[in-house]
């Protein structure tokens, strides 16, 4: 197997510029081979003290670590994986597999323990030592102890936590130092459960170390140094770290070191559909492919990835679709957006497996299966891959997957479990107009139909492209509306049926909508109302009608709906007549004082003291009065207190209302100067 180039070399060695010791001390590079299963199971093999004499006797990989497993947004019945990876090690490397087992399950001595277990008593909370300069002395000495340790305390369930406390606390050349030393064993630490803790730490802490040092300084020569032999070793057993629950996170935070980016915390499963939704609402354009020119070590991050792709050329076609080593690969898509040619070339080596041939003779995607695409888009793991290949295409690369995979069968794919997905990365993504025309075309007319095979979430980011586009908002109304309540008596039930839109789509009575109130909002329904509202008047005029037609009793239960507040929020704050504005204003009379003690409620109170006439202005706070002491004791209390003036209200009215009439004058002055929309700066 031919080698990807080195673009730099340190050495056969490296001597570590300053060792803590005074000394100079030499750290062999010759990289361990990894121990793993002979065949690929959804955890990986890898050894530490608690598994290992499991796997000694053959009883399979160890159950620890489920905090780390990575979890979706998404849930889906697991697909066999195809191509199974079968061990290539060699018989001449049991010795060296058997001398790592030993070294791993040595267990640390009782001075040890007790020496890290004070550490932790004296840095951990509460702890005696608090002064900056004193901890930092207390870290560099607890690190020096760990020579000739690393591995075994990194691995150690209780150790591997005081070691994380003290790379927060140390010198960023500690760290580094920690780093040479263990650089030799760190896919060993990457894999174990307790390990990877630790690495992701000192990871991180040198990432912080970087952003603020010289390039021509000791730490980053020493930071450069020992990330070259990690990086190197890492790549030599790049397919068992890709595949182990915790391999693939030390592995992202490295490539994202390398790249001087910052990685999206994977641990909060709601993450990513907050994010989609996020996008979905605001006026942003989709993220720009600019490369970052901040990369912290550019020559290492294409010597790693160069190298994770040649050591992982063979089994891409089944690694693409693995649930640890996917994120691995979109990882090292999104630390290369930006520079074209490489992402292509990366993608080309993705779909193609070609390495890059295609590319090299200016054509895109010339041998790719369509079959293996939409394998991949069907599959649940490998779809979130191909949502990030959509997202960091350059332009022409993405013209030509729309017309390879997607034109004409848009539909299709967007009613799929997974591939929908996939059809929303690809409308957020859009790059020009006429491919917004294009899907519409296409989906425009299927609204009813993809409502009810619960993919209203394509609906959503076909809204919001139309939005962002301005193209065919009329027609996205109508169509929308059409498939909410097609029996088209009234347009009564549109808001209703939206919030609860779960209830419609289950097949309950939406005219008995009252009655699905006493529970939550659906989250989708109301992101797509605050597209729908966010839309010219001349579009929304049916879903304003529905609005301002509900009950007063229906719009304070939507007020205190973490998602039903939205929708009035942005209602308020839309180009809809003034009249109708007051109306919800005044529907909710009586009830600002409940609602500014309200989490939720708050928000909407403050907005509509903005869009509310004189009169109503006083009678909020005539009620916001009543409640000025509860209002002190919530978090957002005396902000409201202060953006309204109650101060000034209650000393004199008369004074408080000459404010605000001077107030709304200026700033009508202001707008008609501006174009800024009358309320939303007072």
């Not at 980053?220 to 990086?231: D, E, N």
């Not at 490295?254 to 979905?280: F, I, Q």
């Not at 294009?438 to 979430?457: D, H, P, V, Y």
């Not at 009950?551 to 809809?576: C, P, Y």
């Amino acid at each position: 197997m031919k080698k990807a180039a080195v673009y730099f070399d340190f050495g056969e060695s490296f001597v570590f510029a300053m060792p803590l010791n005074g000394k100079a001390k030499a750290a062999p590079c010759q990289p361990r081979k990894i121990l793993h299963s002979s065949t690929r199971t959804g955890r990986d093999a890898c050894v530490d003290a608690l598994g290992l004499e499991q796997l000694q006797n053959g009883q399979g990989d160890h159950e620890e670590g489920k905090s780390r497993k990575r979890k979706h947004g998404r849930k889906e019945p697991s697909r066999k994986l195809g191509k199974k990876y079968e061990t290539s090690r060699r018989s001449e490397d049991v010795a060296e597999k058997s001398a790592c087992r030993s070294q791993i399950s040595r267990k640390l001595d009782t001075e040890t323990m007790q020496y890290f277990a004070e550490i932790s008593s004296l840095l951990g909370e509460g702890g005696a030592v608090t002064d900056p300069e004193e901890r930092a002395i207390l870290c560099a000495n607890a690190l020096e102890e760990t020579v000739g340790k690393e591995l075994q305390l990194a691995c150690d369930r209780s150790c591997s936590r005081v070691l994380e406390s003290l790379f927060l606390s140390a010198d960023a050349i500690h760290v580094a130092s920690f780093l040479h030393r263990s650089s030799s064993d760190f896919p060993y630490i990457a894999m174990d459960s307790s390990g990877s803790h630790v690495a992701e730490a000192a990871l991180k802490s040198s990432a912080v170390a970087v952003r603020n040092c010289d390039t021509g300084g000791v730490l980053y020569k020493t930071l450069k140094q020992a990330l070259f032999v990690i990086c190197q070793n890492m790549a030599k057993s790049a397919v068992d770290v890709m595949c182990s629950c915790y391999g693939s996170h030390v592995l992202r935070c490295l490539l994202a070191v390398c790249s001087g980016t910052v990685l999206e915390s994977p641990s909060d499963n709601k993450r990513g559909l907050a994010s989609r939704l996020v996008r979905l609402t605001s006026k942003a354009p989709a993220p720009q492919n600019v490369e970052s020119k901040d990369t912290a070590f550019p020559d290492l991050l294409d010597f790693l990835v160069n190298r994770l792709l040649e050591e992982c050329k063979e089994s891409l076609v089944w690694l693409r679709m693995d649930p640890f080593a996917g994120p691995v690969l979109q990882t090292i898509l999104k630390v290369r957006r930006g520079n074209d040619k490489a992402v292509t070339c990366l993608i080309s080596i993705l779909l193609e497996g070609d390495n890059g041939i295609a590319f090299e003779e200016g054509k895109y995607l010339e041998f790719v299966s369509n079959e293996e695409v939409m394998e991949l888009m069907f599959n649940s793991n490998g779809s979130h891959l191909m949502e990030v290949i959509l997202e960091v295409a350059p332009d022409a690369l993405y013209m030509k997957m729309f017309e390879s995979f997607f034109c004409h069968n848009i539909l299709d794919l967007s009613i799929h479990p997974s591939a929908n997905f996939v059809v929303q990365s690809l409308i957020m993504s859009a790059r020009h107009q006429e491919q917004v025309v294009m899907i519409f075309e296409e989906l425009g007319a299927n609204f009813l139909s993809l409502i009810k095979n619960r993919r209203s979430g394509v609906v959503a980011s076909l809204l919001a492209a139309c939005d962002r586009f301005a193209i065919h908002r009329l027609e996205a109304c109508q169509s929308l509306a059409h498939a909410i309540y097609p029996e088209a008596i009234s347009s009564a039930c549109l808001v209703p049926r939206m919030l609860f839109l779960e209830n419609y789509v289950n097949g309950e009575d939406s005219k008995c909508w009252n009655t699905a109130l006493g529970k939550e909002m659906s989250v989708l329904g109301c992101t797509i109302l605050e597209l729908i509202f966010s839309y010219p008047k001349e579009c929304n005029k049916q879903f304003r009608s529905s609005l301002a037609s509900m009950e007063a009793n229906d719009t304070l239960k939507m007020v205190k709906d973490a998602r039903g507040s939205h929708v009035i929020e942005r209602f308020l704050s839309s180009s809809a007549p003034h009249k109708q504005k007051q109306r919800i204003v005044s529907r909710l009379k009586g009830n600002f004082a409940e609602l500014s003690t309200n989490t939720f409620g708050s928000f909407t109170v403050e907005k509509c003291f903005s869009v509310a006439g004189s009169s109503l202005k006083e009678a909020i706070m005539s009620e916001i009065v009543a409640v000025q002491s509860d209002l002190l004791k919530t978090k957002h209390g005396p902000y409201l207190l202060k953006r309204f003036d109650v101060t000034g209200f209650v000393k004199s009215p008369v004074q408080w209302r000459r404010r605000l009439t001077s107030k709304h004058g200026t700033w009508k002055e202001f707008s008609e100067i501006f174009g800024t929309k009358l309320g939303s700066g007072i």
